[in-house]
């Protein structure tokens, strides 16, 4: 898991400088309708238009940043939810165990063959888990080499 954890830490650092590279591009788009020669600045039409996409890019990178937060908590949530799931089952299998001994030792059969029963449906709970838990890993090694290999933003939005 924190392996996991690192990498997610790793995408939304990432995300944020992302984030900042392209409010810093929206404000060098912002002074460059600034630039005039020779007290001959751009037309106004033009202006306008500079100005329209540094909403946009603003835009974008809000969008961004919200997203990764959003996603940044949901896997978070689901890391501590198949964690603590994956504790209790094993704390789960340890009482058994120690039940099944005593059972066995006081001669209760009935109770062993029962506590074998539960036990072997919590090994395969338990596999179901680990099912999930490997999933929501590759899905974050998915996410983190398309980030590494150069997707755009919105594609890894829409993820």
């Known amino acids: 898991l924190q392996s996991t954890t690192e990498t997610l830490e790793c995408v939304v650092n990432q995300a944020d400088t992302t984030v900042d590279k392209l409010k810093t591009v929206s404000d060098f788009i912002a002074s460059a309708k600034l630039i005039g020669v020779d007290q001959v600045f751009l037309p106004s039409n033009v202006q306008s238009d500079i100005d329209q996409i540094g909403i946009?890019?603003?835009s974008s990178a809000s969008v961004l940043a919200e997203k990764t937060v959003d996603n940044s908590d949901d896997i978070r949530d689901l890391l501590d939810s198949v964690r603590v799931a994956l504790i209790t089952t094993a704390a789960i299998m340890l009482l058994l165990t120690f039940l099944g001994f005593l059972f066995s030792i006081f001669g209760m059969q009935f109770l062993v063959y029962?506590?074998?029963i539960v036990?072997?449906?919590?090994?395969?709970g338990t596999f179901i888990?680990?099912?999930t838990f490997f999933?929501?890993?590759?899905s974050?090694?998915?996410l983190v080499s398309l980030w590494i290999f150069g997707c755009t933003a919105p594609l890894l939005i829409q993820l």
Request: neutral net charge; aromatic residues 10%; glycine residues 10%.
């Open 114 to 116: 029962i506590l074998v």
């Open 129 to 131: 888990l680990c099912g």
């Open 140 to 142: 974050l090694e998915i």
């Open 56 to 58: 946009r890019i603003n």
């Open 119 to 124: 036990g072997w449906t919590l090994v395969a």
């Open 135 to 138: 999933f929501s890993i590759m």
